[in-house]
């Protein structure tokens, strides 16, 4: 039974040992004749007996010929159908190539978009910081004009003693408000810029949020 089983699973072995069998059928049967013939006259009593023998010999070479051409056509089928599995092994190899390669590119789009994100992060930082500053110096010069302004009403009380105090006093706070007028400008500037940042990175974050969603509908379609 063991043996049986393992020409079955190789067709090939299968046909191999059918074609000895029919091969050692044939010179069985071609040795009989044979011996048939150079015995004929002494074996006229036990001919019906090798008659027999012959027709059975015959029936049994004609079953092994049937059964060869059976295992050879299912050894055929075998290999056409052995050759089409390959042919489907190829075209899904190239299938997951494509997959994996459209994968590995939705992976770098999505690297990049990070990179991009955290530098444009990275740079409002930077914007915040630095408005941060400009409004330290902005309270700075305020505080500045208020002393000055102090200053200039104190001299102005003493107006008829110290003129050239009053003046001089007079021509300082106009140079501070003169900068104090520049640094509000810079900071409206500043404040406009970190204004148009911040649209950016909203912009940006929507675009973000789209392009997951896209990256994930695509993973499910690659994986299904």
Known sequence: AGER???IADPQAFVARAERVFSRLTGKLRALEAEHAAAQIEAEQSGHEQQCEHVQLTKDLAGASTELSSLRAAHTELKVSFQASVVDGER???????????LRKLRESEQA?????AHLLESTKRKTQHVGDLEAQL????GQL???QQEASQASAAMASKEGDFVANKIQVTSLQSQLTLQQKRV???ERAYDELLKEITKLRQAK???IAELGRTNAELIC
């Open 209 to 211: 949020a789209e392009a």
């Open 188 to 190: 409206e500037e500043d």
């Open 139 to 142: 309270a700075s010069l305020r």
């Open 113 to 117: 978009f990070r990179e991009e994100n």
């Open 5 to 7: 089983e393992a020409l």
């Open 146 to 148: 208020r002393g000055v």
């Open 92 to 102: 899904m190899r190239g299938e997951t190539s494509a997959k994996e390669e459209a």
